[in-house]
């Protein structure tokens, strides 16, 4: 079984749409690294360390959240 995704990336709809499809995997990465690492209840965090922590993760695999959602 095949799939092929087309885009047209002079149409901004489509180019968003497209930029969404290439960071789906680093996206669930900072999900699962947020669960597991972040939010575990073992580690005793402020909310501004943990904003820090998701942003750093968010650098670290070159997401742009304004990008994904705007």
Sequence with gaps: MKATLEFDIN????RMA????????D???VLWEIKVNILN???????????DKINELYHQHNIDIDQIIT
């Design 18 to 25: 497209h930029y969404r499809c290439v960071k789906a995997l």
């Design 41 to 51: 209840p073992k580690h005793e965090l402020t909310s501004e360390e943990i904003a």
């Design 27 to 29: 996206m669930a990465i």
């Design 11 to 14: 149409d901004f709809d489509d």
